[in-house]
């Protein structure tokens, strides 16, 4: 039996220019860096606090 991870996709909506720097690491940290990037996470309370801290510049995409 696979025992299937949850997973979360993320696109960056807003750009970092002009933010604080812990925000731009943020985005970084979730493998963002370019307005319209699209990247797949696992569904974990610490990805969901990086969401959280920039939710303003990304969204989450539904599959």
Known sequence: MATET???KVQQ???P????HDQRETLIGL???RIGRVS????T???R???NKV???VRVVED
Do not use: F, W, Y
Not at 17 to 20: A, D
Not at 40 to 43: F, M, N, Q, S, T
């Open 17 to 20: 220019i002009r933010r604080h």
């Open 31 to 33: 493998g963002l860096n």
């Open 55 to 57: 939710h303003h510049l």
């Open 49 to 51: 606090g990086m969401i």
């Open 6 to 8: 949850k997973t979360l």
């Open 13 to 15: 909506t807003g750009s």
């Open 45 to 47: 309370p610490s990805v």
């Open 40 to 43: 797949e996470l696992p569904d």
